[in-house]
Each structure stands twice: as structure tokens, then as C-alpha cells.
Nanobody
Framework: QVQLVESGGASVQAGGSLRLSCTAS???????MGWFRQAPGQEREAIAA?????????FPDSVKGRFTISQDKDKNMVVYLQMNELKPEDTGVYYC??????????????????WGQGTEVTVSS
């Protein structure tokens, strides 16, 4: 099991940027790491995934070109979500998740096992 702690959430104006961090309790080299967000009154939405081993990434159209996901290559213990050109609809609680890597990493339904507590992002217009 991996403990995950998100940080970096804040209130920003539309058009601004934020970088969220997800710190794991141990190396996630053989894991698929994902970021999700949940807007008020809405279901949780997958917004980024990275294969820790290969570095391959997946994004939905809603954030493609604005968000990037990366990982520290030294210890594979921190995953970053760089968010640019933020919009009010990006508001929500952002969660980090980890699951043992399979070829389905980043696909809908990938079985993430461990979750963080979330960090809140508010984007005002």
C-alpha cells in the first residue's frame, strides 16, 4: 500500500497556473499514477495519468494542452500536475491515485488502489 499526500491547491484567477504535488510514502516506479478532480456536485473525473516506468501520459480532451503530469525521476516518489490557463470549470478537489501498473494504465476503469485526501483548487473568473 502507498500513502499519498497532495499539496499545492490554492485560489487563483482564470488564466493563471498552479502546480500540484503528490508525495508518496515510497517509490512508485512500477505504478500507474493518476490525478482526478471532483467539482462540487459532480462525479470524480480522471484528468491525467502517467506510467511511472515508461513516462507515458494520458489526458482527457478537457485538459489536454493545458495540463501536464510528470514525476521526479530520482526516487519516483513525487508526481506533479502542472496546470496552466486555468478556467473556472477547473475548480474542484484534486486527488492523486496509485495503482500497480498494467497495460491499461490511464484507461477508464483502471483499478487505482490507493488515494490521497485531496487538495482544493478554486479558479475565479
Amino acid at each position: 500500500q502507498v500513502q499519498l499526500v497532495e499539496s499545492g491547491g490554492a485560489s487563483v484567477q482564470a488564466g493563471g497556473s498552479l502546480r500540484l504535488s503528490c508525495t508518496a510514502s515510497r517509490s512508485t516506479y512500477l505504478y500507474c499514477m493518476g490525478w482526478f478532480r471532483q467539482a462540487p456536485g459532480q462525479e470524480r473525473e480522471a484528468i491525467a495519468a502517467i506510467s511511472s516506468r515508461t513516462g507515458s501520459t494520458v489526458f482527457p480532451d478537457s485538459v489536454k494542452g493545458r495540463f501536464t503530469i510528470s514525476q521526479d525521476k530520482d526516487k519516483n516518489m513525487v508526481v506533479y500536475l502542472q496546470m496552466n490557463e486555468l478556467k473556472p470549470e477547473d475548480t474542484g478537489v484534486y486527488y492523486c491515485a496509485a495503482g500497480v501498473w498494467t497495460v491499461t494504465c490511464g484507461t477508464v476503469g483502471f483499478p487505482y488502489r490507493d488515494w490521497g485526501q485531496g487538495t482544493e483548487v478554486t479558479v475565479s473568473s
